[in-house]
Structure formats: structure tokens, C-alpha cells
């Protein structure tokens, strides 16, 4: 509409002259639309001033000048056919100049229509008779009321007509004797003054009507084709239903995204495009309800896959229906439920995580039934880390995801199972008999667990310690319930793994007890309640004592003499370990520089004393405090210390063997890959467990193996050990199987520094 608008402006500006006109430019501007105006009233506006002047004309009849009313009453007529002519639609222009034009002429009708009133008013004013001045008056007066109104909105005719007939009304009123002239003349001035201020005032309502209709079309036009682009461009869409909720006018987007043709789309049942499922019963009653609702999800089926729509409405008077916007948020909702089952399930095993397990057992609890009860099988996987740690942790991996199969094949659906972290797995039972289900189904798994698995190319035997709890209405939390199954777990470790164990309430003064027992042994620490006793190291060929290998002895102020079994395990759990073992290092040295000649101490290193990052400090300084020189400190390992972070461990020996201390490999044979750590390492001596030396007379293959160990060790430059000798025929053996060094009971108990160095004198 700008467009034509400016375009019959720029028209009209080149066309007209530059003058004075009747019309200004709204006039040019909105031509058409008061000529339209104009039309709307004509017909009936010419009727009515027609019938008029037939009543004028057959008033002034009478006056005997038939000759004049005749000519009068035709120039009246033929200035309204002129006007229905003018005004006609069929002569209606198509530029803005023609539209101009008939605003133009009509004014000059309306002057003339004023003037041929104006004048025969006048002269029927000269011969009327009272009675016919009256009815003149009335029609004159009403005629120009009649026709300022008849004009529409174009203001010029107005005082085009309203003019010259107010001048023939005032000239009534002169001409007609015995007349009010000075009340009627200043009533018909005030008459037309407000009749040409009225025509004035609706053209300058009209004009603004006209500019707020063309700025609603601007803004409606602006609107629908954003509305197309939105359509068009964004991921939302539009959608429209009738009061039957049947679809309307579908947009191409709707139409795409719904996977439809639009004649299938159009008038189809809203409702029936979503999956039958709680949200779409919730839409339904919405819908019926009538009621505004915002971001309501729903599912449906496109092309044989789930999608979600969120959609958003308010009802639609207009059709008794709604008008909403809808947009497809299954990414997001895809998004949200993988993040809901990270939230929940283990990322490896997929099983569930300690969060569901915990949340399923708190809800199991609280719903839990008269006569029925709950049990939780905890577990974890024997020797796992070093299974981890030797073979990588790809390997270790893809071990714990085939045990969470074989668990969840284990249980068939009978209940949950979840993996709690690291190499723990719990179960959660529910049953009525469940003290007999709980027990098969715990040896069930060892049973399953402990069958070997292929992975990688490597077959790898596994098995699991299996701690039980039970609780009925009236049991324990849900907290209390997984503390009592990790009681009979850590219980079921104790006996020695590949157990599983039923929770009683002995086991919590058991873990009272061992809790009494740590902080005792915190106590111990700093009161000096340790003590060392020394076992001799005895040369097999010359019986000559090479050295003394520390024990750490417990002298509880209560409970008397606690040896190391039962103190020793308890300070590796509780990380008292590496401060044990600082005590122990820093006391062995200080008593080796007490040793006549180049006699050696050998001391016990845990697995978390050689993680710890002190180590190597720890050693330089109780060296440096003693004064002695390195090589008199012997430090004995495990092979266990390998199953966990064998390359720190190796970078922490060889720094400590580049330092001068030597290192010996105890218990040798017993652990994984131990040929291995011999070709990683250069070990000073190697002590052979007293496993082998135990059975040395019953077995061959015991001799054997003390045989091929110290022919190894020979061979590598390394020095043998072996412990455990309790009789003669056992020294005899190992003297004649290469071993130079011996320790055990036959060869001296461990005792007291005191002790030891008054029997080395006597022995001489």
C-alpha cells in the first residue's frame, strides 16, 4: 500500500500545478477512498433532494408561476443526475488524477446545487404566502443539514452548497415581509458555520481512520511475513485446530516435520498423532478444558521412530478451537535421558551405580512388607588389581564387564545388580524365603565368577569374597544394611578369600574391637609401646651370623604381646602402615650402627610404604642419622608390590638401589610373574618362602624349585635365602641345594637387641 500510495503522490506532484488547491496532499493521497466515500452516499443523497424539491415545487405551485417552479425543479434534477453520473462505479478512474477530478467536480455540482436552492428560495420567498414560507424554510433548512452530510468525508462541497444556500435562506428572510430577520440571520450564519466546522472535522477523522488502516495493513503485512519466514526458517512451527480439534490450515513445516502429505495432515484429529500414553490424555483434557497450557511434551511415532513435540497453545475464539506453536525437542529429550542413565547406570559395566542401588534400597525398605525381607550380597573380586595391573587395564576393563554379564545372567532378573565402584558389585534381593535363596544364589555367583575367562587372548581365573546382610520391617537402614554387608565382606576377606559370609551382630563388636585396636595402635606410635626384635641371618657353610632381619613386636600396656598378624594387616588398612614403617627404619638403622663389623638389618617394606613418596627420604636420613653406610640397610619386598603401580615401585627401587641400599625379594615364588620382576630388577638376594622349605623332605618338587631358584639366582649374581628352618635334615638340604644363607627358629628366634647380642657372645 506505500508503494501505491507514494507512487500516486510522486503522479499527482508532477501532473498538478504548483498552486493554491481546494485539496492538499491526504486528499491526493487517499483519492480513491473519499470518492468511494462519495459513491456509498449518492443515490440516496440525490433521492432525498429530489423528493425535496418535488415538495418545494408543488408548495410554490400555487403562487401561479408554473412556468419558473417547473424550470427550478428540473435544474435541481439535472444536478443530481449529473451527480449519480459523476459517481457512478463504472466511471470510477483508475489514477489518482481522475479520482481529483470527480472530487472537483462534485464541489462545482455542490456550488451549484447551493446556488439553484439559494435562488429559489429567494424568489418563493418574494410570493409566498405565510404558510409556504414556513414549509420553504423547514425544507431549505433541512436540505442543508441533509446534503452537508450527504457529501461523505470530502469537506469541500459542503460549504460549496451550504454557502450560497445560506445566502438565498438570509435573503428569505429579508425578502419575506414581517420576517425575524435578525434572529434568522444570525441563526442561519451560526447553521452553516457549524455545518462547514462538522464536514470539516469528520474529513480530518476520516483521513485518520484512512492513515491507521493503512499502518494496521503496514504492521499486518510486516507480521505475516515474519510469520512466513519464522515458518519457514525456524525450528518451531505453527499449528491451528477447529472446536472439533481437527487440524487447520497446516503449514509446509508442520507438514514436514509430521512425515505427511498436507491433504492427509488437513482435518485429521490432532490428538491422533501422539503415541496413546499419559501426556496425550493430559493434552485431550486440555484441549476440552479450554485451558492456556505452555511446553507440554508428548511422544509419537514418524516413520516407525519415536520423536517428542513440545507444544504450547491458548484457545482460539475465532473458530472455537486453539492456536499454538510446537517445536521437536527429541534431541534434547534423547540428551536428557542419557544424561538421567549416566546419572544412574556404571558408564563400563552398564549396570546400575551406587546412586540407583542406594535410591532402590531406601525405596525397597520403605515399602518392604510384613513376612517378606531384604538381603544384599556384597562383593568384590579377589586379586583383581593385579590381574589389572599385570595384564593393562583394557584388559582389566573388559574382565568387569564380563563379570557384570555373568552376575545379571546369575540372577536372571531376580533382582538388582549394581557395580559400586573399583571391583565391588552388590546385589539387592527381595523375597519371602529368602534366607535359602540369598545363600544359593551367593554361592551360585562364586560358582559362575570363578570359571575362567578369555580375554584378549588370555585366560584369566578370577574369584570373589561375598559378605550377606538381611533386613525385615523392623531392621536396619538402608546406611546401617550396607555397613553390615561390608563387615561380612572385610570378614570374609579374613578367612582367606573365595568366602561368603552371613553379617551377626559379633562381626560389629568385631569391627568395635579392631576399631579399639587402631586407636590403640595410633597410641602405640607416639608412646613407644613397639618394639624391635631381631631374627639372625646365619651363613649355612661357615655358621657365621651375616645380619638380623627386624620384627616389629607390639607390647599393648593391657592385652600384652601382639604380634604382627594381627596388628600388622589392621595398619595397612587403616594407612598407619607408612608411619609403622618410618618407625621401623629409623630404629633398624640406629641399632645397626650398635652391630660389631659389617653386620646387616633387613626390614619388611608394605606395598604402601613403597608408594608412599617419603620412602626414599625416610631411608636417606635415618641412614645419615646413624651413620651408617647404606649397604648395611637391606630392604625386603613382596611380589604383591608390583600387582599396583609396578613402574613407580621400580623407579622407587632403583633409586634406592643407586643410594646403596640393597633389596632382597621375599617370599619368592608365591606371587605372579616372578621370573619378570627378576629380569626388571636386580635384586641383591632372593628368600625363598618357607613353603618350600617346609615340605623339603616330603617333596621332590619342593627340592626342585629350591634348586632351580638358587641356580637362578647364581647365575643373575644375586645371593639366596631361606627361611623358615626349623630342624637339622632341612639345613642339611638346603646347604647341599646351593642356598648360602639361612633363617628360622633352629638358627634363632627373633628377641630383644639385648637379648640377641648377649646369646651371639655366648655362642661365640
Given amino acids: 500500500m506505500s508503494q501505491r500510495l507514494l507512487a500516486n503522490t510522486q503522479t499527482d506532484s508532477a501532473l498538478l500545478p504548483k498552486r493554491l488547491s481546494l485539496f492538499h496532499d491526504a486528499h491526493r493521497i487517499y483519492a480513491d477512498a473519499f470518492v468511494a466515500d462519495a459513491e456509498r452516499h449518492v443515490n440516496s443523497a440525490v433521492a432525498g433532494i429530489t423528493i425535496s424539491a418535488a415538495f418545494a415545487s408543488a408548495t410554490m405551485y400555487s403562487s401561479g408561476h ?40 462534485l464541489v462545482i455540482l455542490a456550488l451549484a446545487n447551493g446556488v439553484v436552492w439559494g435562488l429559489g428560495g429567494f424568489a418563493a420567498a418574494t410570493v409566498a404566502t405565510p404558510g409556504q414560507f414556513f414549509m420553504i424554510s423547514i425544507l431549505l433548512s433541512g436540505m442543508m443539514g441533509a446534503s452537508a452530510m450527504s457529501y461523505g468525508a470530502i469537506a469541500m462541497p459542503v460549504p460549496a452548497f451550504v454557502v450560497p444556500a445560506g445566502l438565498g435562506f438570509l435573503a428569505v428572510w429579508v425578502a419575506f415581509p414581517d420576517a425575524p430577520l435578525a434572529t434568522g440571520s444570525i441563526a442561519t450564519i451560526a447553521y452553516v458555520a457549524v ?5 470539516f472535522s469528520n474529513e480530518r477523522s476520516f483521513i485518520a481512520k484512512l492513515r491507521a488502516e493503512e499502518r494496521a495493513t503496514d504492521s499486518a503485512e510486516t507480521v505475516r511475513l515474519l510469520m512466513n519466514d519464522f515458518t519457514e526458517q525456524a525450528s518451531d512451527w505453527l499449528w491451528e485446530i477447529d472446536g472439533g480439534l481437527r487440524i487447520v490450515n497446516p503449514s509446509d513445516r508442520f507438514i514436514h516435520v509430521a512425515g505427511r502429505e498436507g491433504l492427509q495432515l488437513s482435518g485429521k484429529a490432532f490428538l491422533d498423532l501422539f503415541d496413546e ?35 504450547s497453545a491458548r484457545p482460539c475464539e475465532a473458530n472455537g478451537g ?31 551405580n551406587r546412586y540407583l542401588f542406594n535410591a532402590s534400597l531406601d525405596h525397597a525398605l520403605n515399602r518392604l512388607l510384613d513376612r517378606h525381607r531384604i538381603c544384599v ?43 559400586l565402584g573399583g571391583d565391588e558389585f552388590a546385589v539387592l534381593l527381595q523375597d519371602e524365603n529368602l534366607d535359602h535363596v540369598a545363600m544359593t544364589i551367593a554361592h551360585r555367583i562364586m560358582e559362575n565368577l570363578r570359571d575362567p575367562y578369555v580375554i584378549e587372548g588370555s585366560e584369566i581365573c578370577i574369584g570373589t569374597s561375598i559378605g550377606v546382610a538381611f533386613a525385615d520391617p523392623q531392621g536396619p537402614s538402608a546406611s546401617d544394611l550396607m555397613k553390615h554387608a561390608d563387615l561380612a565382606l572385610y570378614r570374609a576377606k579374613e578367612l582367606g578369600r573365595g568366602k561368603v559370609v552371613v553379617f551377626e551382630s559379633a562381626l560389629v563388636e568385631f569391627a568395635l574391637a579392631r576399631r579399639e585396636l587402631e586407636m590403640d595402635l595410633r597410641t602405640a606410635l607416639t608412646d613407644g609401646d613397639l618394639r624391635l626384635h631381631f631374627q639372625p641371618l646365619m651363613d649355612l657353610q661357615t655358621n657365621k651370623i ?15 604381646l601382639i604380634l604382627p598378624d594381627e596388628f600388622i594387616p589392621l595398619a595397612e588398612q587403616t594407612g598407619l602402615i607408612v608411619e609403622l614403617g618410618e618407625w621401623v627404619i629409623r630404629e633398624a638403622a640406629a641399632t645397626a650402627r650398635l652391630l660389631p663389623g659389617e653386620l646387616t638389618i633387613s626390614i619388611n617394606l608394605s606395598p604402601a610404604q613403597l608408594r608412599s613418596s617419603q620412602l626414599l627420604a625416610t631411608v636417606v636420613s635415618a641412614v645419615a642419622h646413624a651413620g651408617i653406610a647404606p649397604s648395611r640397610l637391606e630392604l625386603e619386598i ?27 625379594l621375599d617370599d619368592f615364588g608365591t606371587g605372579y610373574s616372578s621370573f619378570g620382576y627378576l629380569r626388571r ?12 622349605v617346609a615340605e623339603l623332605r616330603e617333596s621332590d618338587d619342593c627340592r626342585r624349585i629350591v634348586r632351580a631358584i638358587s641356580d637362578l639366582a647364581h647365575g643373575m649374581g644375586m645371593s639366596v635365602t631361606a627361611e623358615g628352618i626349623e630342624d637339622v635334615s632341612q639345613l642339611s638340604m638346603l646347604r647341599d641345594l646351593g642356598c648360602e644363607v639361612g633363617q628360622g627358629f633352629l638358627l634363632g628366634k627373633p628377641m630383644p637387641f639385648q637379648l640377641q647380642m648377649g646369646k651371639s657372645l655366648q655362642t661365640g
Fill in 322 to 352: 486453539f492456536r499454538g506453536v510446537a517445536s521437536d525437542v527429541t534431541a534434547q529429550r534423547e540428551a536428557e535421558a542419557r544424561i538421567n542413565h549416566m546419572a544412574h547406570y556404571d558408564a563400563l559395566t552398564n549396570l546400575a
Fill in 195 to 199: 455545518l462547514i466546522r462538522g464536514a
Fill in 638 to 664: 613382596t611380589e604383591g608390590v608390583f600387582l599396583e603401580d609396578s613402574e613407580d615401585c621400580m623407579r622407587i627401587l632403583r633409586e634406592l638401589r643407586t643410594f646403596g641400599v640393597r633389596i632382597a
Fill in 681 to 692: 630388577f636386580p635384586f641383591n638376594t632372593i628368600k625363598i618362602d618357607r613353603s618350600f
Fill in 546 to 560: 651375616l645380619g638380623y632381619e627386624a620384627l616389629v613386636r607390639w607390647h599393648h600396656p593391657e592385652r600384652g
Fill in 277 to 311: 500414553t499419559s501426556e496425550r490424555r493430559q493434552l485431550e483434557s486440555e484441549l476440552r478444558n479450554r485451558r492456556v497450557f505452555r511446553k507440554l511434551t508428548l511422544p509419537l511415532t514418524i516413520s516407525g521412530k519415536r520423536r517428542w513435540w513440545a507444544l
Fill in 66 to 105: 408554473h412556468l419558473e417552479v417547473i424550470a427550478w425543479f428540473v435544474a435541481v434534477a439535472a444536478i443530481g443526475l449529473a451527480r449519480v453520473l459523476l459517481l457512478r462505479p463504472g466511471l470510477r478512474g483508475t489514477g489518482e488524477i481522475s479520482a481529483i477530478a470527480k472530487c472537483k467536480s
Fill in 377 to 419: 550380597l556384597y562383593l568384590d573380586l579377589d586379586q583383581f588389581k593385579g590381574i589389572n595391573d599385570t595384564l593393562g587395564h583394557a584388559v582389566g576393563d573388559a574382565l568387569l564387564r564380563e563379570v557384570g554379564k555373568r552376575l545379571e545372567n546369575t540372577l536372571n532378573g531376580r533382582g538388582l545388580v549394581a557395580r
